[in-house]
């Protein structure tokens, strides 16, 4: 064969390929925070043993390498140990470890700690959304509410407190549970500070929305009294993947009553994530001024997510919720929360790893949008 031969033409145009556009993206992004937390690193973890070749490595480990050590927050991101400054920052994570609103398995209480000890592994650099969350976003971990592991009703009080005073301080709430009750104080934290109404985006296998649950505000209550909040409408709560077999009968008779719109795993084989996710999106956002999202974990199908407290076969497959909750950030949120994730029935951290990539994903398209971040609309 003649090696001067040019090689064949392509079938294809590797600029039309996604990646070669993300590349492309990924390339425009400075290094400057990287490169100040490794100088900081030097400073403050001492300078690494002198056979060491790479010289940014440090005695003590104290930036994100290597990923399975140092004190874990989420992505390894600043600890807001002053809440009063969470201000600084334009995205706080927080934990709600609460989990007596559960009905059947309790764990959830160590949902955040869970989330936090896999989102070590990650970096914050993506090639899908072209997006690097350590240069282009002001992340930190708020750390947990002060929750009152007895009490439902004082519970709610503190977090709808800490929720509010998070949003009010400019942050990008994600709160991270804890049993899915905490869904209505993130709500009645955020509602009040919205100037129009909030729509909800709910992903779940369950429904949620009767009055009361064993005479309390249970994980099965939370968007009956949501939907009670004067600039939180019914019509404006869009339920995706309900379904199963679990104590549905007295909140499916409420969502009938209060017409939500609910989106069955069957109507998302039939229409396609893409089209469920349109629908979704023209409910949440029709006639409202800012958007929810509520991702229970439990809305994907049981075998990828065995840590969790209600358990069901036949939810969403990873890679479809995965693209619905980008294309849901697409359009912006005013906050979300993830929940439901119970690590005493984890396996691997499969669960906890799918959540935390729930939360990365929005993240990352909120800011490659430009709603947070460098690239930001506003600003
Ligand atoms: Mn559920």
């Not at 995205?91 to 955040?112: E, I, K, L, Q």
């Not at 998070?166 to 990008?172: D, H, I, T, V």
Request: hydrophobic letters at 40%; a negative charge; charged letters at 25%.
């Amino acid at each position: 064969m003649d090696p001067d031969s040019s090689p064949a033409q392509s079938s294809f145009d590797r600029r039309d390929l996604h990646a070669t556009r993300m590349l492309d993206r990924l390339s425009e992004i400075g290094d400057e925070r990287l490169r100040a937390l490794t100088q900081r690193g030097l400073e403050v973890g001492l300078e690494a043993a002198p056979s060491v070749q790479d010289r940014r490595i440090t005695t003590f480990a104290r930036g994100g390498q290597p990923a399975f050590a140092g004190i874990n927050t989420f992505l390894k991101a600043p600890y807001c140990e002053d809440i009063r400054t969470v201000g600084d920052y334009e995205v706080a994570v927080v934990g709600a470890p609460f989990d007596m609103g559960t009905t059947y398995r309790s764990g959830a209480r160590f949902g955040p700690q869970a989330v936090r000890r896999i989102s070590a592994l990650y970096d914050g650099y993506s090639l899908d959304l072209g997006v690097d969350l350590l240069e282009e976003l002001r992340l930190c971990d708020a750390g947990d509410i002060f929750v009152i592991p007895s009490n439902i009703e004082k519970t709610f009080d503190q977090i709808d407190r800490a929720v509010h005073h998070l949003f009010e301080s400019g942050c990008f709430p994600v709160v991270i549970g804890g049993d899915h009750s905490i869904s209505y104080p993130n709500i009645r934290g955020i509602a009040p500070l919205i100037d129009g109404n909030l729509g909800i985006i709910h992903f779940d296998r369950h429904i949620d929305i009767q009055e009361r649950d064993m005479d309390e505000r249970m994980h099965t209550t939370h968007f009956f009294h949501a939907t009670n909040i004067p600039n939180v409408r019914p019509a404006n709560l869009v339920q995706i993947a309900i379904g199963g077999w679990y104590g549905s009968r007295p909140g499916l008779k409420v969502a009938r009553e209060r017409e939500t719109v609910v989106i069955t795993v069957g109507d998302i084989e039939a229409m396609g994530i893409e089209r469920a996710t349109e629908i979704a999106l023209e409910v949440a956002w029709n006639g409202t001024k800012a958007v929810f999202l509520s991702f229970d974990i439990d809305c994907l199908d049981g075998g990828f997510t065995p840590g969790t407290g209600s358990p069901e076969p036949g939810g969403l497959l990873p890679r479809e919720a995965l693209k619905a909750v980008r294309m849901i950030a697409k359009q912006g949120l005013c906050g979300m929360d993830l929940v439901e994730i119970a690590p005493p029935y984890d396996v691997s951290d499969v669960t906890a790893q799918l959540g935390c990539r729930v939360v990365m994903d929005v993240l990352g398209t909120l800011v490659s949008e430009g709603w947070l971040g460098t690239r930001g609309r506003s600003s």
